[in-house]
C-alpha cells in the first residue's frame, strides 16, 4: 500500500468511526448499514480514483523521465557526435598541418640541396677558371720563355758567326800576310841569287 492511502486512511478512519458511532446511537441499524455501505463503497471509489490518479501520476512521470532520459540520450549523442566531429576535424587540421610541414620541410631540404649545388658549381667553375688562369700564366711564361731562349740562340748565334767572320778574316789576313812574306822571301832569295850570279860573273 503507498503512502499517500495510509494518509487517506488515518483521515477518513476517525470520520468513519463517528459516523458509525451517530448511526449506533440513533438505533437506525439498517439504514447505518446503508450509509456504512455508501461510506465504505464511497472511501473505495476514492481510494480506487486515489490510486488512478496515481497510477497516471506515476505514468505519467515514467514517461516524462522516460522523455527526459531521451533527450538527455539524443542530447549526449548529439554531444558525442558533435565532440566526434570536432576530433575528426581536429585530426584533420593536425593532419593538413603535418602535411603542410611535410612540404615546407621539403621545400626547405630542396632549397638547400639547390644552393648547395650552386655553391659546389660555382666553387667548380671559380677552381676551372683558377685552372685555365694558371695554365695561361704557365703557357705565356713558356711562351716568353721560348720567345727568350729563341732570342738568346739568336744572339749566340750572330756572336758565334760574328767570332767566325773576325776570325775567318784574322786567317784571311794572316795567310795573306804568309803568303805576302813568302812571295818577298822568295823575292829576296831570287835576288840574292842574281847577286851571287853577277859577283861571280865578276870574278
Known sequence: MSETLKDLLVVALPTLMVLVGILLNNNSSNKLDSRIIALDKKVDDKIDALDQKIDDKIDALDQKVAGKFEALDKKMDDKI?????????????????IDALDQKV?????????????????????????????DKKVDDKIDALDRKLDFRILALDQKVDDKIDRLSYKVDALQSQIHTDIVMLLQHDRDQDIRITRIERAS
Open 81 to 97: 557526435d558533435s565532440l566526434d566531429k570536432k576530433i575528426d576535424a581536429l585530426d584533420q587540421k593536425i593532419d593538413d598541418k
Open 106 to 134: 621539403a621545400g626547405k631540404i630542396d632549397a638547400l640541396d639547390k644552393k648547395v649545388d650552386d655553391k659546389f658549381e660555382a666553387l667548380d667553375k671559380k677552381i676551372d677558371d683558377k685552372i685555365d688562369s694558371l
